[in-house]
């Protein structure tokens, strides 16, 4: 059934009572194996009889009967696209959410220099994070792994807007964030390796990378934390009477928080020089936009605390770089400032265990025909700025960087166990006493303030690595077999390959 | 006695008492459409609907708050919080209202909502992620806390807190998920405040929290083993309320005593369990109570600094041959 291209074609009088009827049928049988939408609603049955029943409905009660059955509709719609064997021609229907078609506008393209740059970026994130995914499938990379495949035109248009002096705040979903400022790809890596030539010395992971030199002060695990930072390093920028701006790029999620609102209104009580880039990638885990925010149209949910907002087209690079550079601009120079929401999407779950039951295959599709690198990549071949084999060049050398920054990080070494209480505190004069102890052994550690821990502390923090069963782990387990001792790793320590799964996606 | 997972006997105890009682709800983030990040509310949606199984914003400290204000009005709300580091955003309400509105309106209201949330280290979530708060929680008078370490204790904790009266916070933990137990059929909540002993000894007491619980049993076993000490093991299963008296009853048995907690020492269930322990068992104690805590340090993502950062096995042991030392 194809209540959509029927009603197409059917003459307007009829064409209520008909979506009336049909909707309310497959809406029924919709409900039935896939009950979650909010849009369905009590009494469609009963409208929709009554709408059967007598030709001359009420108009209200037609209206509503529309209302309804455009929310049947979409259940419908949804139900088809489950459907095996729908063709992908049909995807225009089967999808709840398109890329955008009426956001941002067409724009110059930049010098052939600033092209090349920005693609280069771009291969650089995509590459990247698609070795990172097989890392971790090999175990190389602990923990929940958020890519950004997809969102490489939001990132790379934002960040090449930015100065050399401007501050970057994001969340954890930020690997393409700080190659985009410029931090090495090795040492990105190596911290999703989790050793201590990483960005975070090994400390933070793939959720936490920061590099101080390029002014990228860090991705967030918390949603909605890293605003009200971003507002004080603002704040600095200003009491400083300096000429840089920051920007803060966050969840469409994470605009759900408190801290959304409250330091919207601070930035503009403040008049502080900042830009929040809302990375609207239609959903926060698997609760799709509409489902968690009752406005929809993020760039309007700021205004209200004074901050203006606009939208771009998030799958544009140059889109996105021009609506950045104008914020930052208002941002910098009239202390005004400014949100601007990119929309864009996800080609992978949220993270890497996420079974992605929230969406269809085809609704991926139809965003991936309109993938940031490819259109980006025909615009240059067309305009004649850059050869389909150059560009073809420049994802080559992309991946040879990665493939180096694999190799690098796999070299680099765990951090020294004798390091675990490193950075807890600044030293100097200022801490004195006791700061830091290990209780977990008898012999008290005597933390990070003196090295020198006793003998027994060493041998424990030693068995207790031991279970990170890193490098030869299979190795170990035969010996421990071998040896007729127990398998410590099906202990209560670091969970297998298996037991990660059935960790559930987690967040 | 039927076996299942740890997530299956929550999911069970979540159903039962939603069909026993209309007013009983659940609300959190994910846990409808995507069945929850852990998958502790899996089909609750489909079984209940909207109205009873609520997708939230990211909004904790809203979320409970609703949850709290929907209970003084009359409903009983189980409100999932994603991980236990994520209700610090809650915390405000949790401590200032949960906790305080009975009392501080001379006992005219109740609120009688369960705050659902995992904990713990293990899989390299670092420092945002990976932190055990039971001590946080135990902390704050007008609060229940439960932290359940096998799928029975889950379901009859679960479903006593559901019926009961008070705010609870009820801990689970990330890595006990995918463990199996067998589960009483009887479908009874169990009462909180008794602990349970999970194996008898005379040489020393170990108490274990929340997944600790399960590291001291494979410490205990290794003690007999290889040390000839024959551990007495027991999992408190409540912070609020605690059975101290299960707890002193085997020191004044052992005379040792060696408290095991994943968090953080200062301030820790270890310290509170010290004091309590020496200021009522004083004369029966042969050694200083020991303690097992995680490091005193944010957690490290690297692997190797993790495990290293919270308890194990061998930690267990040392602490509890450490009771022995200068006899
Ligand atoms: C305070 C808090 N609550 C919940 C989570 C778990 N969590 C991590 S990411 C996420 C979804 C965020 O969605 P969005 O803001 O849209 O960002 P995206 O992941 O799509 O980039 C959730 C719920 C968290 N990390 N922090
Ligand atoms: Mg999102």
Known sequence: MRPTRLSRILSAPFRLLVRALIAATTFLLARESRDVGRTGGEGVTSTAMEAGDSVKVAEAEAKAAEARARAAEAHTRAADAQAPGDGQGEAERAVERRPPEDVGAEHPLPEPEACRRILEKMALIRNFEERAGEMYAKAKIGGFLHLSIGEEATIVGTVDAMRDGDYLLSTYREHGQALARGTHPNAVMAELFGREDGCSRGRGGSMHLFDLERRFLGGYGIVGGNLPLAAGVALSCDYEETDDAVVCMFGDGASNQGTFGETMNLVALWNLPIV????????????????????????????????????????????????????????????????????????????????????????????????????????????????????????????????????????????????????????????????????????????????????????????????????????????QRGNGEPDEDEGEGEPGADEREEEGGAD | MPAMRYREALNQALREEMEADERVFIMGEDIGVFQGAFKVTQGLLERFGEKRVRDTPISENTIVGAGIGAAMAGLRPIVELMTINFSLLALDQIVNCAAAIRYMFGGQVKVPMVVRMPQGAGHQLGPTHSHSFEAIYLHVPGLLVAVPTTAADARGLLKAAIRDDNPVIFIEHESLYGQRGEVPENGEPMRFGEAAVRREGDDVTIVGVSRMALTAAKAAEELAAEHEVEAEVIDPRTLRPLDLDTILESVRKTNRAVVVEEGWPHGGVGANLAALIQEQAFDHLDAPVARVTGADVPMPYSKPLEQAAFPHPEHVVQAALSTFRDL
């Not at chain 1, 265990?353 to 025909?378: G, L, N, Q, S």
């Not at chain 1, 180096?404 to 796999?410: G, I, K, M, P, R």
């Not at chain 1, 680099?412 to 209780?439: C, K, M, N």
């Open chain 1, 276 to 479: 929040f880039l809302v990375v609207n990638n239609q959903f926060g885990m698997g609760t799709a936009l509409e489902r968690h925010s009752a406005v929809t149209d993020l760039s309007q949910k700021s205004a209200g605390f004074g901050v203006p907002g606009h939208r771009c087209n998030g799958m544009d690079v140059l889109d996105v770089h021009a609506a950045v550079t104008d914020a930052l601009e208002k941002a910098r120079a009239d202390r005004q400032p400014q949100l601007v929401e990119a929309v864009t999407y996800r080609y992978r779950g949220h993270s890497m265990a996420d079974p992605e039951e929230y969406r269809t295959k085809e609704e991926v599709e139809e965003w991936r025909r309109r993938d940031p690198i490819a259109t980006f990549r025909r615009r240059l071949a067309g305009d004649g700025v850059l050869s389909d084999q150059d560009a073809d060049r420049i994802d080559e050398e992309a991946a040879k960087a990665v493939d180096q920054a694999v190799e690098f990080a796999d070299q680099s070494p765990f951090p020294d166990l004798a390091s675990l209480y490193d950075d807890i505190y600044v030293y100097g004069d200022q801490v004195r006493g006791w700061h830091t102890v290990d209780e977990r052994s008898p012999d008290v550690h005597p933390g990070e303030h003196e090295r020198e821990a006793p003998e027994v502390s060493h041998e424990l923090a030693e068995a207790g690595a031991a279970y990170a069963n890193v490098g030869n782990a299979q190795e170990r387990r035969r010996r």
